[in-house]
């Protein structure tokens, strides 16, 4: 069974433009979370999709942005990149429920230049 | 509101020894789920184990054990006989009920645990 894939694996941007990141779950998995995690913060909750819906939100500006397709894939946007922006991206897929571990994929590296 | 505290920073250890990682929660949730997720240099987080508010059986799985306290509010893990091969950063994660189901994790700093041969 195919793990959590995401693409690309390294992005090197300049401030100021836009970037999108795809996350593909685990077949069945239909939740999709997404983190970020930075030398400083560590690991941040940025948002969580189900069934095409954005159940929950962590405390980013509204440059983060994503969405989850039919298919459970998920895309988040980041927009106006900021150097702060530099970070490991990790996405995790889950089955639906509390009583479920979320597994992840490898992360997309940013560098906000 | 919810938090997780990893106290230890970075563990270093010799081969074969044993290590103990800790970690307190805080939460106001009645029922709540606890995680353990290694990050090896790779970057991906390799779920551990997974414990429920409800279930305070501690867990042997090879080398690995869990302690959990809801009285101290801890969450241990400890490895047995530790190999090169566990150097990586660990991270104890929470998940609380928020109302409602949700996936949200939130995570300690996590501990880097380097074993040297």
């Known amino acids: 069974k195919a793990g959590v894939t995401q693409t690309p694996r390294y992005l090197i941007k300049t401030r100021g433009q836009q970037v999108t990141l795809s996350c593909s779950p685990i077949s069945g998995h239909r939740s999709v979370s997404w983190y970020q995690q930075t030398p400083g913060q560590g690991l941040q909750f940025l948002f969580e999709y189900f069934s095409e819906t954005q159940r929950n939100k962590g405390n980013f500006p509204g440059r983060f942005s994503g969405r989850q397709f039919s298919n459970s894939r998920s895309e988040m946007n980041v927009s106006t990149l900021e150097l702060g922006d530099s970070a490991l991206y990790l996405c995790a897929s889950s089955l639906r429920g509390e009583n479920t571990e979320a597994f992840f994929g490898q992360g997309t590296r940013l560098t906000v230049v | ?117």
Request: hydrophobic content about 35%; proline content about 3%.
């Open chain 2, 1 to 117: 509101a919810q938090k997780v505290t990893q106290a230890q920073t970075e563990i270093s250890v010799v081969e074969k020894e044993d290590v103990t990682l800790d970690c307190v929660y805080e939460t106001r949730d009645t029922t709540y789920y606890l995680f353990w997720y290694k990050q090896p240099p790779s970057g991906e987080l390799v779920f551990l184990i997974r414990r429920n508010s409800f279930d305070e059986q501690n867990e042997i799985s090879g080398r690995y054990s869990w302690n959990f306290q809801k009285s101290t509010s801890s969450f241990n893990f400890t490895i047995t006989a530790s190999q090169v091969v566990d150097s990586a950063v660990y991270f104890c994660a929470l998940k609380g009920n928020y109302g409602g189901a949700t996936n949200k994790l939130i995570f300690g700093t996590g501990t880097l645990l380097a074993v040297q041969p």
